[in-house]
């Protein structure tokens, strides 16, 4: 008995931890999520009336659709510009992808470095060109694909119409 519970002890390999969640990210001209076309709509509509107004123009009933799949963003602002993102409303899309509530946490405390920079830089493009980026990403585990979702970053105002803020729409494919 002992000698073939040391044989079954040696066939035993030690579970292997998974691969980190890795994000990999390619540009899109044009959103072609249901959800990211609506949203990105009701954006391009609301900025040629004036500009987008968080407060004002989200929550809407126009929205009500894709509410849960948004995100707000604060900027963190320094002498050299934008250094961080703050997560000020946490919809369903982000919950999804990091297993929690996340609202009131910085996008430099959810990701690791170089995803993390990936995200600021494209915040930055967004900001500065004042106009909506298109991303199709997949999470991965390794080789395996996890899921696919397309994701649009909208500069939007903040509610005093004192800074630009980040809306982003997190829209997975089923």
Known sequence: MVASVRAFRKQIR???????????????????HPGSKLLTEFWRAREAAGG????????????????????L???VVCSTGVTDLRVRLAGDGLR???????????????????????????????LNAGSPLFLRSELRHGSLVER?????????WNRTRTERWILAGI???V
């Open 171 to 173: 829209f997975y494919f």
């Open 96 to 126: 999804l992808r990091f297993g929690r509530d996340v609202t009131g946490e910085k996008l430099s405390e959810l990701f690791d470095h170089e995803e993390f920079d990936m995200h600021i830089a494209q915040t930055r493009i967004a």
């Open 52 to 71: 987008f107004v968080v407060g004002r123009d989200v929550p809407s009933r126009a929205l009500a659709k894709v509410l849960q799949n948004l995100a």
């Open 148 to 156: 696919r979702l397309e994701i649009v970053i909208l500069p939007v």
């Open 73 to 75: 963003f604060e900027p």
């Open 14 to 32: 030690p579970i292997e931890a998974p691969e980190p969640l890795r994000e990999a990210f390619e540009p899109a001209n044009e959103p072609v």
